[in-house]
């Protein structure tokens, strides 16, 4: 058991100053005064000067590495416990990108279960860039429906030049298979939609919802910051019902124009769409500097630290603590359908930040009521990291 005494809690929306009682994997009580100090084998941490959120959801990450695109040599390198932890991210959601070939399902899962044994809770996405998509089992609905870690699919490509140029008839299949997949198996069956550079931008979305039955929110297209046309139409994509993600990690994200707290607080001016929008950080994904001619020159790597970063950006700009937090926590929970995640509430999963209200360092991270990171930290790492 763990018990946090005296913090001031975002859940993400202000409950004030409580105490946080943890046993197992759970969130015991959130409370005023929670009388704990002498219960047996109890943990205690003093939560003055500290402020608890959730933990933080990253709903796209590449925990094989991805990239490649510039050859052997630019295959990513795989993630590692404490890249997650020290970003504050408790619950990650993995995929495959570009190369589905060489990247396979059964090794993403594999992963999963490695990071899951270390600590955080992860989920997967089936299928990788191409259509038709490659699965574990015969098909997106099988894998939904028989393994536990798929909540949908994804992330398929499209408007750009390394996707497999789908149809929409294409597009319309594979996310019918999501959703009856996700319907039959009681999950979200998101379509994790990678948007690239390409000039349609987000149109075959317009297009799928207008000649389908499927609703917009069967998708999270993710990089809707990547230039300013696709963050003027993921307004418009959310305005029409469906759900928008940032991508945190960018080259030199201070000169960044687009960056997701700033397009956030700009969508926060439109009525009821604030829990449509999530941050990812695209971890180890692959970030391509290219020279003035436009040749490819380094390819760099996306980190889960970019949304850590994005929520001290956030509160910079003025926003309140609980829009910071929201398209880190609360909003990727409901959209993903993980109910015990993503809240500071009783009876959900014990997945705590804690601040330094002042500095706002991440001083201890509490994932499925352990405690992974304490005073700065690490107290627990990966295998080959140790
Ligand atoms: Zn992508």
């Given at each position: 058991?763990?018990?946090?005494?005296?913090?001031?809690?975002?859940?993400?929306?202000?409950?004030?100053h409580?105490?946080?009682?943890?046993?197992?994997?759970?969130?015991i009580?959130?409370?005023?005064?929670?009388n704990?100090?002498s219960?047996?084998?109890l943990t205690?941490?003093?939560?003055?000067?500290?402020?608890?959120?959730?933990?933080?959801?990253?709903?796209?990450?590449?925990?094989l590495?991805?990239g490649?695109?510039?050859?052997?040599?630019?295959?990513?390198?795989?993630?590692r416990?404490?890249?997650?932890t020290?970003?504050?991210?408790?619950t990650?959601?993995?995929?495959l990108?570009t190369d589905?070939?060489?990247?396979?399902?059964h090794?993403?899962?594999?992963?999963?279960?490695?990071?899951?044994?270390?600590g955080?809770?992860?989920?997967?996405?089936t299928g990788?860039y191409?259509?038709?998509a490659?699965?574990?089992l015969?098909?997106?609905?099988?894998?939904?429906l028989?393994?536990?870690?798929?909540?949908?699919?994804?992330?398929?490509?499209?408007?750009d030049?390394r996707?497999?140029?789908?149809?929409?008839?294409?597009?319309?299949r594979?996310?019918?298979?999501?959703?009856?997949?996700?319907?039959?198996a009681?999950?979200a069956?998101?379509?994790?939609?990678?948007v690239?550079?390409?000039?349609?931008g987000i149109?075959?979305?317009?297009d799928?919802?207008?000649h389908?039955e499927?609703?917009p929110?069967?998708?999270?297209?993710?990089?809707?910051?990547?230039?300013a046309?696709?963050?003027?139409?993921s307004?418009e994509w959310v305005?029409s019902?469906?759900?928008?993600?940032?991508t945190?990690?960018?080259?030199k994200?201070?000169?960044?124009?687009?960056r997701?707290?700033?397009l956030?607080?700009?969508?926060?001016?439109?009525?009821?769409?604030?829990?449509?929008?999530?941050?990812?950080?695209d971890?180890q994904?692959?970030?391509?500097r290219?020279?003035?001619k436009?040749?490819l020159t380094e390819i760099?790597?996306?980190k889960?630290?970019?949304?850590?970063?994005?929520?001290?950006?956030?509160?910079?700009?003025g926003?309140?603590?609980?829009?910071a937090?929201?398209?880190?926590?609360a909003?990727?929970a409901?959209?993903?359908?993980?109910?015990r995640k993503?809240?500071?509430?009783?009876g959900r999963?014990?997945?705590i930040?804690l601040?330094?209200?002042?500095?706002l360092k991440l001083?201890?991270?509490?994932?499925?009521g352990r405690l992974?990171?304490?005073?700065?930290t690490?107290?627990?790492?990966g295998?080959f990291?140790r």
């Amino acid at each position: 058991m763990i018990l946090i005494k005296g913090c001031e809690c975002f859940s993400p929306a202000p409950l004030g100053h409580v105490d946080l009682l943890c046993g197992g994997r759970e969130i015991i009580a959130a409370e005023e005064i929670i009388n704990g100090r002498s219960l047996p084998g109890l943990t205690f941490i003093d939560g003055k000067g500290l402020l608890a959120v959730p933990g933080f959801i990253d709903s796209h990450a590449h925990f094989l590495g991805g990239g490649g695109e510039g050859g052997y040599t630019t295959r990513t390198p795989e993630i590692r416990l404490t890249d997650l932890t020290l970003a504050g991210v408790t619950t990650a959601v993995g995929c495959l990108g570009t190369d589905g070939f060489t990247r396979f399902p059964h090794a993403l899962l594999a992963k999963s279960y490695a990071l899951e044994q270390e600590g955080i809770s992860t989920f997967l996405y089936t299928g990788s860039y191409q259509i038709p998509a490659r699965t574990l089992l015969d098909s997106v609905e099988e894998d939904l429906l028989l393994i536990e870690k798929y909540i949908g699919v994804g992330e398929i490509a499209i408007s750009d030049h390394r996707s497999s140029q789908p149809t929409l008839q294409e597009l319309i299949r594979v996310a019918s298979s999501a959703r009856v997949g996700g319907l039959l198996a009681g999950k979200a069956g998101i379509v994790n939609i990678h948007v690239g550079g390409g000039h349609e931008g987000i149109r075959p979305l317009f297009d799928l919802i207008k000649h389908s039955e499927i609703p917009p929110t069967q998708f999270l297209p993710t990089h809707m910051n990547r230039n300013a046309p696709l963050a003027e139409s993921s307004r418009e994509w959310v305005l029409s019902g469906g759900y928008a993600d940032f991508t945190a990690s960018s080259e030199k994200p201070e000169e960044n124009p687009l960056r997701p707290a700033r397009l956030f607080q700009k969508a926060l001016s439109d009525p009821h769409t604030r829990y449509h929008y999530t941050y990812s950080s695209d971890a180890q994904g692959s970030l391509p500097r290219f020279d003035a001619k436009g040749r490819l020159t380094e390819i760099g790597v996306a980190k889960a630290s970019s949304l850590l970063e994005e929520f001290r950006y956030s509160l910079s700009l003025g926003l309140s603590m609980e829009e910071a937090l929201l398209p880190l926590t609360a909003n990727p929970a409901a959209i993903l359908g993980l109910p015990r995640k993503g809240q500071i509430t009783t009876g959900r999963d014990a997945d705590i930040l804690l601040f330094d209200s002042k500095t706002l360092k991440l001083n201890t991270v509490i994932a499925k009521g352990r405690l992974l990171v304490r005073d700065n930290t690490p107290l627990a790492r990966g295998f080959f990291e140790r």
